[in-house]
């Protein structure tokens, strides 16, 4: 028996074990249970406070696929948002089409855009990769005001979009409908993502961010999956984007500054960079942080959230999945005892 | 010594005062939606604190002040004021999440004076189908004045589009040969200015206007712009830009000793934050117009209401910058709906809301200009709509000609 042969006989040991990237299965079964029961018991605003959270959620899901699963960094999330919420908009306003229509759309012209911008952006890493995109970010809502696309865009006064009943007749607020739709997409997407990673594209990616050398080695196709990375990530964020569109019922160029890709990528951090569950995390951090600063001193909002930002990273340098390995440490601890 | 047929009458005329007394404020009934009790009434307002345009948040905290002023000398009707301010960092998102957070879990009775026109536009629809007052919103667009489509929303201050009518039509009277200039900040408010000037100019557009130039908010400097427009030789340079920009172009061009007609945008007519540092000698003979008093020009140091403004600003907000024009536009804003709500009286619903606030005769504020008078009706939704030209001598502006009432209507 050859060498390779005994090599190939060994039961392979799973790549990346899914509990470094997603939850464990009473994990996600406990947080499912509370993210459908929540709305039950909140007011509209606080649902709508809600969804926008799962749909920041689902942003930064994308990102932490590029930067966790591939080791590429951006700074141009902004950008693929915009294009998500302007796809949705234009498409709602001027076509009529109906809003869950809008959403697929938006995530495959958004990932033919992250795909395309993905081909030169692979001549760059690290660093020079990260400006390529801000660069992306700071002309975007420059290009949304372009005169040339003002029929489509309403230039610099933006779209008013209309926001969509609960079908059926289900006796439900526009919040909590649009609430639910947002969970059942979010689920979909981050089922799709944890399989992604999984799977033999997924483990090419990894391969990628851990020794791209070694990968191509490897026989991986470095270029093929760092774009499609580029691309995944991009499509996912435009459904964000669409989605964020029809939640806030408006979209302007100013609503996607490089603020927001900044924002994006403070959540990521926040949650854990790699582990997709800490999405939720990063994305809670974003949307109500910003309101506990404002809550303690209005003049020193930033201050504040600055202060807020570093305790964490000093105290929980992993982000969120820190907190969840060590309560699953606890746990475990106080079950065998 | 009374007889009892006397004091019988007089009994029964007691009464009968007394009566009609106590009748009286039966038949005023007191009224309440959401936001407004017999003690309180619940304002909402959203500024920009944090982010790019941070330094307007200056407005929000004047309001509040001039608030604790009306609560100190005991409140509107009897009735104190909670004025609830929420940062929107001048993000449409953000502005709808904080409109929400008003209506629905602070339950004011109405939203005053958002700025900015994204974020306006943003939380519009919402408020309009909530019923919710979107009460004199500070930004200068036209599409505010449109009662028959957004009978909740009304703007406040004059728009720029009439603003911008009001310099075409002094230019076609004064200059009708001109060759004019337009340097524009590239977003909705130089775009509006825009329209303004090229639908007052009407068909001699075509000729007169021989130049636009764009700028973006994000550039360091406009001389290179400057330097361009003067290679085509205009006569009047039209300025629509923020006050940064506004100081660099007039000084830029008198550097180049170059000396054609200047208007520049009434936002950056402030002589504190504009002129001084363009320099006085260079913003000689610069023309503007306005409809508001200016904090750092000397001509007012003796005006009654401005006197009145400068007790308000000592004793609230002392540590306030006193030529910032944020104080004096916050100041007016505050005392328009201080007015509205007197009006409002006993009945505090938003409907009563909104047909006060349309139901303003000649009224002025302590900040307007002599002969300025906000004005308003169910058709017309644009509370200041005249402004009066004025030129650069010295150290102050002087005010020359009529006021110009330019009601651009929405379209």
């Keep these: 028996m050859s060498a390779l042969q005994e090599i190939v006989d060994v039961t392979p040991v799973e790549a990346t074990p899914k509990k470094y990237i997603a939850l464990g299965g009473y994990a996600s079964v406990a947080v499912l249970v509370l993210l459908i029961a929540a709305p039950l018991f909140a007011k509209n605003f606080i649902i709508f406070q809600m969804t926008m959270w799962l749909i920041y959620a689902i942003a930064v899901l994308a990102l932490n696929i590029l930067t966790g699963g591939s080791g590429q960094f951006s700074l141009g999330q902004s950008a693929f948002y915009a294009v998500g919420a302007y796809t949705s908009a234009i498409l709602m306003e001027h076509f009529n089409v109906n809003y869950a229509l809008t959403l697929p759309i938006a995530g495959v012209i958004c990932f033919a855009f992250g795909y395309v911008f993905g081909q030169p952006a692979l001549r760059l890493s690290g660093v020079y990769l990260a400006l390529a995109t801000f660069a992306l970010a700071t002309a975007m809502p420059q290009l949304l005001k372009l005169g040339y696309f003002e029929h489509w865009t309403g230039g610099v006064q933006g779209l008013v979009v209309t926001k969509p009943d609960a079908p059926f007749g289900l006796p439900m607020s526009q919040d909590m409908w649009l609430y639910y739709f947002t969970l059942v997409i979010s689920i979909m997407i981050y089922v799709f993502s944890v399989n992604l990673l999984k799977s033999r594209s997924g483990r090419a990616m990894m391969a990628i961010r851990d020794n791209e050398i070694a990968a191509s080695a490897m026989g991986v196709d470095v270029a093929l999956y760092k774009t499609l990375a580029f691309g995944i990530s991009a499509g996912i964020t435009g459904v964000a984007g669409g989605l964020g569109a029809i939640a806030v019922q408006f979209v302007a160029p100013d609503s996607y500054t490089i603020q927001l890709a900044i924002a994006l990528f403070l959540g990521m951090v926040v949650g854990g960079v790699g582990w997709l569950p800490g999405s939720l995390a990063g994305s809670a951090f974003i949307v109500f942080v910003p309101n506990i600063a404002e809550s303690v001193s209005k003049g020193l909002s930033g201050a504040v959230f600055g202060a807020i930002l570093i305790v964490i990273i000093f105290v929980l340098p992993h982000g969120a999945r820190q907190i969840a390995y060590l309560s699953q440490h606890w746990i475990n601890k106080l079950i065998h005892k | ?411």
């Design chain 2, 1 to 411: 010594m009374l007889s009892i047929q006397k004091l019988r009458i007089a009994a029964i005329s007691t009464a009968v005062i007394a009566f009609a007394a106590t009748g009286g404020s039966a038949l005023a009934q007191k009224k309440y939606d959401t936001g407004a009790t017999d003690t309180e009434i619940k304002i909402g307002n959203i500024m920009p604190y944090s982010g790019p345009a941070s330094a307007y948040g200056m407005i929000g905290k004047t309001e509040e002040a001039y608030f604790k002023m009306v609560n100190d000398s005991g409140g509107i009707n009897g009735r104190k004021v909670t004025f609830i301010s929420y940062d929107d960092a001048y993000s449409p998102p953000k502005a709808v999440e904080q409109a929400r957070k008003l209506v629905e879990s602070d339950e004011v009775l109405l939203v005053f004076n958002p700025l900015g026109t994204p974020s306006n536009s943003a939380i519009q629809k919402y408020l309009n189908a909530k019923k919710v007052p979107q009460l004199f919103v500070a930004t200068g667009a036209t599409k505010w004045n449109d009662p028959k489509d957004f009978p909740w929303t009304m703007g406040w201050q004059p728009s720029y589009q009439s603003e911008g009518q009001i310099y075409a039509k002094f230019l076609l009277k004064e200059k009708p040969d001109a060759k004019i200039a337009v340097l524009y900040q590239n977003d909705d408010f130089g775009k509006d200015y825009l329209k303004g000037i090229k639908d007052g100019l009407g068909a001699k557009a075509a000729t007169m206007l021989i130049a636009e130039e764009s700028y973006e908010v994000s550039e360091p400097t406009v001389d290179s712009h400057i330097v361009k427009l003067k290679s085509l030789n205009p006569d009047v340079v039209i300025s629509i830009t923020t006050p940064k920009f506004a100081a660099q172009t007039i000084k830029k061009i008198a550097e180049l000793s170059w000396k054609p007609l200047q208007i520049v945008a009434n936002v950056s007519s402030s002589i504190g934050s504009v002129m001084k540092p363009a320099g006085f000698e260079a913003a000689q003979d610069v023309l503007s117009a306005n409809y508001g008093k200016d904090a750092s020009d000397e001509q007012w140091k003796n005006d009654p209401g401005m006197k009145k403004w400068a007790a308000f600003v000592d004793k609230y907000l002392p540590d306030a910058n006193r030529i910032d024009s944020n104080l004096v536009y916050g100041y007016g804003a505050a005392q328009t709906l201080h007015k509205v709500l007197e009006m409002c009286g006993n009945d505090l619903t938003r409907a009563n809301v909104m047909k006060q606030a349309a139901s303003l005769k000649d009224f002025t504020t302590d900040t307007l200009l002599p002969g300025v008078k906000i004005n308003t009706s169910a058709t017309d939704f644009a509370p200041i709509s005249s402004l009066q030209m004025m030129r650069f001598k010295g150290e102050k502006w002087e005010l020359f000609g009529d006021i110009i009432s330019a009601d651009a209507t929405a379209n």
